[in-house]
């Protein structure tokens, strides 16, 4: 149960992040999220008493600033697509990992199932429901960031977990605090926009990162792995719940087929899929 109390905290934490757009756009919530998410996991983490190689450093860096990216195009793409179907796309990043790693053809023909369900997402001539093109092209940038996030972090791993989420949230901060402070400036000191600048990061980040390591003391990284799949869908009816998003038929057997993709490569024990959601945010 903290596996699924985990990703429903990310994308509760994602839907309450859109409804601050109006205010602060997603420049400035994504700057309030990854700024106070930082602040909260240094707390926790403390890196400054764990030793690493200043070779870990570098790593580290591109491994902040690829979450940055992710963090800002996931929001750039939920402004003009629903919750579901943004994240859909992402997890096509890690699927792509298991192509680019894999020599089995199970693997093409699961990457070939999320390949097609992208494709019936794709606003054709004539399509029933037409999603913006434009919130499909960073919803797919926020998934190539999270494949460099994923062959970074292999690289970053010598630091311990929690140590290295910490500072790469940080590193994560110099993407998305300067594009957030240039758009709403002072605005992102309002109290009421500061409160849930701090909600959205409380939910997106810290406390997912604790339900998530409770449940990787108990759970093998097969399992995680599948449940962590199910993130599209429950972010879908998240934005329903919060939002009021509706999605048609054809898009709903597009996210389950991107689902599907994802279980496929789950059960085949590929550690970049099984791993890849517990550090990383909406």
Same mark, same amino acid.
């Given at each position: ?13 994602? $839907? ?26 240094? $707390? ?34 939920? $402004? ?121 990061? $409380? ?80």
């Amino acid at each position: 149960m903290s596996i699924v109390a985990a990703q429903i905290s990310i994308n509760a934490g994602a $839907a309450l992040g859109k409804g601050l757009f109006p205010l602060v756009g997603p420049e400035g919530v994504a700057a309030l999220r990854t700024g106070l998410s930082a602040l909260i996991l240094i $707390a926790i983490a403390r890196p400054w008493r764990t030793a690493s190689e200043p070779a870990q450093w570098g790593w580290l860096g591109l491994y902040g600033l690829s979450l940055g990216g992710m963090s800002l195009l996931i929001y750039w793409a939920i $402004a003009r697509i629903p919750i579901g179907i943004a994240v859909a796309i992402e997890i096509c990043g890690p699927l792509a990992v298991v192509l680019m790693t894999s020599r089995s053809l199970r693997d093409l023909l699961w990457f070939g199932l999320a390949v097609i369900g992208l494709l019936l997402l794709l606003p054709w001539p004539g399509a029933q429901v037409r999603l913006d093109p434009i919130g499909l092209a960073f919803a797919s940038g926020a998934a190539a960031c999270w494949m460099i996030y994923i062959l970074v972090g292999k690289r970053a791993a010598a630091v311990e977990g929690k140590v290295a989420v910490a500072i790469g949230m940080t590193a994560a901060c110099l993407v998305t605090v300067p594009l957030g402070i240039a758009t709403a400036g002072s605005g992102l000191l309002q109290p009421r926009v500061f409160a849930f600048g701090l909600l959205v990061a $409380a939910l997106s980040s810290a406390l997912p990162f604790v339900l998530e390591m409770k449940a990787l003391e108990r759970l093998s990284s097969r399992v995680f792995g599948v449940v962590t799949s199910s993130a599209p869908a429950i972010a879908a009816v998240v934005g329903f719940v919060l939002l009021g998003e509706r999605l048609s038929l054809v898009q709903w057997i597009a996210i389950a087929m991107m689902i599907a993709a994802s279980v496929g490569c789950s059960l085949a024990n590929r550690p970049g899929i099984a791993k890849a959601r517990e550090d990383v945010v909406t």
